[in-house]
């Protein structure tokens, strides 16, 4: 399950078309915040004026992510990758976004003929409010709740039938300042059941709206309670009960909806949501926005009111029944029959603190180590070679499935697989090594394998490029320039191999497809692919995009980007090595699978370092349009450009608007 919703999520997210729902009601602009629902949903989206255009502007028409991604960084006004995922995420959750050749859910909508202004609703609601409040306050003696009678029944009843008399109300007010009445309908499943519509449409015509729909919603229970008072003391009870419903810090109370009028305070839908996938998993996320959330205005003072809520609650349960707390004293006091349970639970509530900080330290290393692994070798079992034939013996056929040998004939792939010789591979163990003689080819027919890069001396560690899958070749840059081998190849897991020898690799494949041809596949398509960004990449897109490179040789000591000057092309190394420099001061080496460029092309600004070829190198530089498609077309590729350009830079390179 947890793959299929991967592969939805990559699909949406890469190839699928989409488009703005074509009714969609939108609120106006109010301290940088919009509300944006759709006609068939009850799910109010809460973002910001850019999130906003971004949905509205960027999919008017039906286009796929990393097309609007592209316009976005093209226009300078790209949000940081986390956040514009998640948008279209909610946003698709939402039914804003639908898939081209998808209707639209029906709308919500219901026509509602009695349609109440605001101020006719507060001229009404209010004085009723303040005299049943005073009613209350003023009631002539503690309200003792009897034993279980008829009476509980038809307060329970009167409860219900008042809570859909506040409803009906919200309805007609809300169909009163121009909104829709959506779902209205009963809900039965309740303690409560009662007639409901989605009065979350109240914020859409404006905070007036939103507290007198929280208002009337409260005055016929809070009415009821106060007549129950001095009429029908037995149906105080579940009245009563009916009223802290209404008051209940919950996210759908009156309570909570005037709380968020009176501040016009929004939690806004994509800071609040996980749905795309990288951030699910991201704990200390999720708790960070948890805390902001806390310590804002509005959860400062949904706190407080449901501290209030609290207290208010006891005072109501001792009015109803006096002796409830003393009766609760002789269970759990000192001399009490239930005191050790007592003694019991706090050593339990005392160790939830203890708790809270160790999942809250696991959650900051799990955050920690989702970070650092963008910045490594992606890792993806992707396997582009036809398992089944191979694992029938029919190695012909499964040699078709790797790409380079897509161009060759039957009997030109017979005579291949004939000449291949299998090999058994351990974990760990190294194929050959930086420096050897090349003198053979290899294709992965199972396992995986790491490329490492040497880095120069005096240093003596190795770095991890890429990483090989079934269906990959390598060991053919040796073989197509007579030179020595440039990468370490090893095991990570036992494996096995096909290995075809120099003389064979010549006669057979250089010899049927032209040098030219190999070396343009191998050199720039297979390098592509073991970089650490473009991990597990198709084939046939690392292809086209080797084919938008042109390979570019710099003598060492050659300035190849200026601090402070424009810069309008993308580096790939291919071999050699480049120094970033701040201020004349050297603050990184770069090496075969590094790039840089990255950072002015996206922030559409100046270099930020020099960057000087130390020894004769190669690069296969793109232009900024071409890495910008490029830079849009995975979502994985992307974060993990964002990411390493974030830290180089040592800020944000998106920031939210």
């Given at each position: 399950m947890r793959q299929t919703h991967r592969m939805l999520q990559q699909d949406l997210l890469t190839s699928t078309r989409l488009s703005i729902a074509p009714s969609i009601r939108r609120s106006a602009n109010r301290d940088g915040c919009v509300l944006v629902r759709a006609a068939g949903s009850t799910q109010t989206l809460v973002l910001r004026s850019a999130q906003a255009s971004v949905l509205t502007d960027g999919f008017a028409q039906a286009t796929t992510v990393p097309e609007v991604l592209v316009r976005l960084l093209a226009d300078n006004r790209c949000p940081p990758l986390n956040e514009f995922y998640e948008l279209v995420l909610q946003a698709h959750a939402a039914g804003v976004?639908?898939?081209?050749?998808?209707?639209?859910?029906?709308?919500?909508?219901?026509?509602?003929?009695?349609?109440?202004?605001?101020?006719?609703?507060?001229?009404?609601?209010?004085?009723?409010?303040?005299?049943?409040?005073?009613?209350?306050?003023?009631?002539?003696?503690?309200?003792?709740?009897?034993?279980?009678?008829?009476?509980?029944?038809?307060?329970?009843?009167?409860?219900?039938?008042?809570?859909?008399?506040?409803e009906a109300l919200a309805a007609s007010v809300i169909a009163g300042s121009g909104g829709?009445?959506?779902?209205?309908?009963?809900?039965?499943?309740?303690?409560?059941?009662?007639?409901?519509?989605?009065?979350?449409?109240?914020?859409?015509?404006?905070?007036?709206?939103?507290?007198?729909?929280?208002?009337?919603?409260?005055?016929?229970?809070?009415?009821?309670?106060?007549?129950a008072a001095w009429y029908e003391p037995t149906w105080l009870a579940p009245v009563l009960a009916g009223v802290f419903y209404l008051l209940a810090p919950t996210p759908r109370s009156a309570a909570r909806q005037w709380l968020s009028s009176l501040l016009d305070a929004k939690v806004f839908t994509v800071s609040a949501g996980f749905l795309f996938e990288p951030r699910q998993k991201d704990l200390w996320a999720r708790f960070r926005v948890w805390w902001a959330g806390r310590t804002s205005r509005f959860g400062l003072l949904w706190i407080t009111w449901a501290a209030i809520w609290a207290g208010l609650l006891g005072l109501a349960l001792q009015w109803?029944?006096?002796?409830?707390?003393?009766?609760?004293?002789?269970?759990?006091?000192?001399?009490?029959?239930?005191?050790?349970?007592?003694?019991?639970?706090?050593?339990?509530?005392?160790?939830?603190?203890?708790?809270?900080?160790?999942?809250?330290?696991?959650?900051?290393?799990?955050?920690?180590?989702?970070?650092?692994?963008?910045?490594?070798?992606?890792?993806?079992?992707?396997?582009?070679?036809?398992?089944?034939?191979?694992?029938?013996?029919?190695?012909?056929?499964?040699?078709?499935?790797?790409?380079?040998?897509?161009?060759?004939?039957?009997?030109d792939l017979k005579a291949l697989a004939a000449a291949m010789t299998p090999v058994d591979v351990a974990r760990k163990q190294v194929i050959f090594k930086e420096d050897d003689a090349g003198d053979a080819f290899y294709v992965v027919m199972d396992g995986q394998f790491e490329v490492l890069k040497r880095l120069p001396?005096?240093?003596?560690?190795?770095?991890?490029?890429?990483?090989?899958?079934?269906?990959?070749?390598?060991?053919?840059?040796?073989?197509?320039?007579?030179?020595?081998?440039?990468?370490?190849?090893?095991?990570?897991?036992?494996?096995?191999?096909l290995r075809l020898s120099k003389e064979d690799f010549d006669q057979l494949v250089v010899g049927k497809m032209g040098g030219e041809h190999v070396r343009e596949l191998l050199q720039s398509a297979a390098f592509l692919g073991r970089l650490t960004i473009l991990g597990g990449w198709p084939f046939d897109d690392l292809l086209r995009y080797a084919q938008k490179c042109r390979s570019q040789r710099f003598a060492a000591g050659t300035q190849v980007v200026t601090q402070g000057e424009g810069n309008i092309w993308f580096f790939l190394i291919f071999d050699g090595a480049f120094e970033?420099?701040?201020?004349?001061?050297?603050?990184?080496?770069?090496?075969?699978?590094?790039?840089?460029?990255?950072?002015?092309?996206?922030?559409?600004?100046?270099?930020?370092?020099?960057?000087?070829?130390?020894?004769?190198?190669?690069?296969?530089?793109?232009?900024?349009?071409?890495?910008?498609?490029?830079?849009?077309?995975?979502?994985?590729?992307?974060?993990?450009?964002?990411?390493?350009?974030?830290?180089?830079?040592g800020g944000r390179i998106f920031s939210s608007r």
């Open positions: 976004l639908l898939p081209e050749g998808t209707d639209a859910a029906p709308t919500l909508a219901r026509r509602w003929w009695p349609r109440l202004p605001q101020r006719v609703a507060l001229f009404i609601a209010r004085p009723i409010l303040l005299l049943a409040a005073g009613t209350l306050v003023v009631a002539p003696q503690p309200w003792i709740a009897p034993a279980w009678n008829l009476g509980l029944l038809w307060g329970w009843l009167s409860a219900c039938a008042l809570l859909s008399l506040g829709e009445v959506r779902a209205p309908r009963l809900h039965w499943r309740r303690p409560w059941p009662h007639f409901r519509v989605d009065t979350a449409e109240a914020a859409l015509c404006g905070p007036g709206c939103e507290r007198t729909v929280a208002l009337v919603r409260l005055t016929p229970m809070l009415a009821g309670t106060a007549a109803c029944r006096p002796g409830l707390y003393a009766a609760v004293w002789r269970l759990f006091g000192p001399q009490g029959r239930l005191h050790h349970y007592l003694n019991d639970a706090l050593y339990v509530v005392a160790a939830i603190p203890a708790v809270a900080v160790v999942v809250l330290l696991w959650a900051l290393i799990r955050h920690w180590l989702m970070r650092r692994a963008l910045t490594k070798p992606l890792r993806v079992d992707q396997t582009r070679i036809d398992t089944a034939a191979l694992n029938a013996g029919d190695n012909p056929t499964a040699l078709r499935s790797v790409p380079l040998f897509r161009g060759l004939s039957d009997d001396p005096p240093s003596k560690r190795v770095k991890t490029i890429g990483w090989l899958n079934p269906g990959d070749g390598f060991g053919e840059i040796a073989l197509l320039d007579h030179s020595t081998r440039t990468t370490t190849i090893r095991a990570a897991r036992p494996g096995k191999l970033v420099r701040e201020d004349k001061k050297t603050r990184k080496r770069l090496h075969a699978g590094d790039y840089f460029g990255e950072i002015s092309l996206l922030e559409h600004g100046a270099a930020t370092a020099d960057v000087v070829a130390v020894e004769d190198s190669r690069c296969l530089v793109m232009s900024r349009a071409d890495f910008l498609t490029f830079f849009a077309r995975d979502y994985r590729i992307g974060m993990r450009i964002e990411a390493l350009a974030t830290q180089r830079r």
